[in-house]
């Protein structure tokens, strides 16, 4: 099946993938590399073998991947786990972990489902020029968004954003977007969206702060429409998370039925009714695609203005559908932030 284009005032050509969780941990090979549960509790997507020592080498040339595409797509992807608090079923009591401390339970993705696809990786292109996107360099790594974010350190929400999908949000039309987890009510589901920056400066896979060698493209008005700016001049192919989390019961705040008191577990503020939490929102991506996987993307969805679904290559090809990762999950420590 041949990709249909994009539509008027939407993505300006894309290739959006699906995968299932690989596994979790509190590990972070980007902030805290050969360092053993020094992070909060993160949801791994890519590479099944991701640990604190992974680097290029490991990634690139071991491990199967739970995305599609598999050995094409080594890549690892990760976001801090989203927490909801746990009540006891009957009495919609809240329960207390081993600690005395009040229970926090994982709220899974939507993902890894082939026959209903809800894909949350997307490539994409951020600026007008498209044939002057570059293939991401392999190896580089990049953070999008603010682990630090909170109550009077809201983030932009053109960079990281949450809102229910009963909002119908999209840039074009109906910007309604939140800088926090708004309260959802079931049957709905809670959506966020990180957008990774899509410019670089032509020479570092990383940076001391895993920001500064890459920036957002800009557009001040001139005849060239969106372009990256001087400091990153290399326009490379845009990186973006898209995630759904069902509102049910066995997650819900069983009073409001609703997303009320979900937390991030790298919000490192106290959630309540009045501050909601999920102003961390960030996420982290490490490229171990094979070049030439990455450069089909390009070429024939990005760069022909296509908007490929499912891991439709547009070429005759189809990346292989997703595999399942482990189902096991370790114990909530500190909300989710960790050792």
Same mark, same amino acid.
């Given at each position: 099946?041949?990709?249909?284009?994009i539509?008027?005032?939407?993505?300006?050509?894309?290739l959006r993938?699906?995968?299932?969780?690989s596994?979790?941990?509190?590990n972070?090979?980007?902030v805290?590399?050969?360092?053993?549960d020094a992070?909060?509790l993160?949801?791994f997507y890519?590479n099944?073998?991701?640990?604190?020592h992974s680097?290029?080498t490991?990634?690139?040339?071991?491990?199967?991947?739970?995305?599609?595409?598999?050995?094409?797509?080594?890549?690892?992807?990760?976001?801090?786990?989203?927490?909801a608090?746990s009540?006891?079923?009957? =009495?919609?009591?809240?329960?207390?972990?081993?600690n005395?401390?009040p229970a926090?339970?994982?709220?899974?993705a939507?993902?890894?489902?082939?026959d209903e696809?809800?894909?949350?990786?997307?490539y994409?292109?951020?600026v007008?020029?498209l044939?002057s996107?570059?293939?991401i360099?392999? @190896?580089?790594?990049?953070i999008?968004?603010?682990h630090?974010?909170?109550?009077?350190?809201?983030q932009d929400?053109s960079i990281?954003?949450?809102?229910?999908?009963?909002?119908?949000?999209?840039?074009?039309?109906n910007?309604?977007?939140s800088?926090s $987890?708004?309260?959802c009510l079931?049957p709905?589901r809670?959506?966020?969206? $990180?957008f990774?920056?899509s410019?670089w400066? @032509?020479?570092?896979l990383?940076s001391?702060?895993?920001?500064s060698h890459?920036a957002?493209p800009v557009?001040?008005?001139?005849?060239?429409?969106?372009?990256c700016?001087?400091s990153?001049?290399?326009?490379?192919?845009?990186?973006?998370?898209h995630?759904?989390?069902?509102?049910k019961?066995?997650v819900?705040?069983?009073?409001s039925?609703?997303?009320?008191?979900?937390?991030f577990?790298?919000?490192?503020?106290?959630?309540s009714?009045?501050?909601?939490?999920?102003?961390?929102l960030?996420g982290?991506?490490?490229n171990a695609?094979h070049?030439?996987?990455?450069?089909a993307?390009?070429?024939?969805c990005?760069?022909?203005r296509?908007?490929?679904?499912d891991?439709n290559?547009?070429?005759?090809y189809?990346?292989?559908g997703t595999r399942?990762? =482990?189902q096991?999950e370790?114990?909530i420590?500190n909300?989710?932030l960790?050792?």
């Amino acid at each position: 099946m041949q990709p249909a284009a994009i539509t008027d005032n939407s993505w300006r050509g894309i290739l959006r993938i699906n995968c299932d969780l690989s596994h979790s941990g509190y590990n972070d090979p980007i902030v805290y590399p050969g360092q053993r549960d020094a992070a909060h509790l993160h949801r791994f997507y890519g590479n099944t073998l991701l640990d604190e020592h992974s680097n290029l080498t490991s990634l690139f040339t071991t491990g199967e991947s739970s995305c599609q595409g598999d050995e094409l797509n080594r890549s690892a992807y990760w976001v801090p786990a989203l927490l909801a608090p746990s009540y006891e079923p009957t =009495s919609d009591e809240r329960l207390l972990d081993n600690n005395g401390e009040p229970a926090w339970k994982i709220v899974p993705a939507v993902v890894g489902n082939d026959d209903e696809a809800h894909e949350i990786f997307y490539y994409s292109a951020g600026v007008d020029d498209l044939a002057s996107i570059q293939p991401i360099p392999l @190896g580089l790594k990049m953070i999008a968004g603010n682990h630090m974010g909170m109550p009077g350190m809201e983030q932009d929400t053109s960079i990281v954003r949450w809102h229910c999908q009963s909002w119908e949000s999209n840039d074009a039309t109906n910007p309604r977007w939140s800088s926090s $987890i708004p309260e959802c009510l079931a049957p709905d589901r809670l959506r966020m969206d $990180i957008f990774f920056p899509s410019c670089w400066n @032509g020479t570092d896979l990383d940076s001391y702060d895993h920001k500064s060698h890459l920036a957002y493209p800009v557009n001040n008005g001139g005849p060239n429409g969106t372009v990256c700016p001087a400091s990153h001049p290399v326009p490379i192919i845009r990186v973006s998370f898209h995630y759904a989390y069902g509102v049910k019961p066995e997650v819900y705040d069983p009073q409001s039925r609703s997303s009320r008191g979900w937390r991030f577990a790298s919000d490192m503020y106290d959630v309540s009714s009045s501050t909601p939490g999920g102003m961390s929102l960030h996420g982290d991506w490490f490229n171990a695609w094979h070049p030439e996987a990455l450069q089909a993307i390009l070429d024939g969805c990005i760069r022909q203005r296509l908007d490929c679904h499912d891991g439709n290559l547009a070429n005759g090809y189809r990346l292989t559908g997703t595999r399942a990762g =482990s189902q096991t999950e370790p114990p909530i420590v500190n909300k989710g932030l960790g050792y």
